[in-house]
Nanobody, 114 residues
Framework: QVQLVESGGGLVQAGGSLRLSCAASASIFSFRAMGWYRQAPGKQRDLVARIASNGGTAYGDSVKGRFTISRDNAENTVYLQMNSLTPEDTAVYYC????????WGQGTQVTVSS
């Protein structure tokens, strides 16, 4: 059973930065893609960023130019660098890994104060 453990969430002021980490219990080479999704209260879970096994990336429209996803294959970890945060970025952020099935982490809360 693959486990994904997120860390790095917290409270930050608008304009600030945070870096989220997602540590996988299996080699991330085994996944076709890994990504970050977020869910705000009363809203659906949306894609934030995704990185494929070949390194290709995709971002949600609202975070393009502000967020960067990266991966450390040796550490089996995926990162999400979030800059220029706004209150609209407040949500629970979930790590996702796509193999023969989808795996999810428990989520980490990000709160951006105005």
């Amino acid at each position: 059973q693959v486990q994904l453990v997120e860390s790095g969430g917290g409270l930050v002021q608008a304009g600030g930065s945070l870096r989220l980490s997602c540590a996988a219990s299996a080699s991330i080479f085994s996944f076709r893609a890994m990504g970050w999704y977020r869910q705000a209260p009363g809203k659906q879970r949306d894609l934030v960023a995704r990185i494929a096994s070949n390194g290709g990336t995709a971002y949600g429209d609202s975070v393009k130019g502000r967020f960067t996803i990266s991966r450390d294959n040796a550490e089996n970890t995926v990162y999400l660098q979030m800059n220029s945060l706004t209150p609209e970025d407040t949500a629970v952020y979930y790590c996702n890994a796509l193999g023969y099935r989808a795996y999810w982490g428990q989520g980490t809360q990000v709160t951006v104060s105005s």
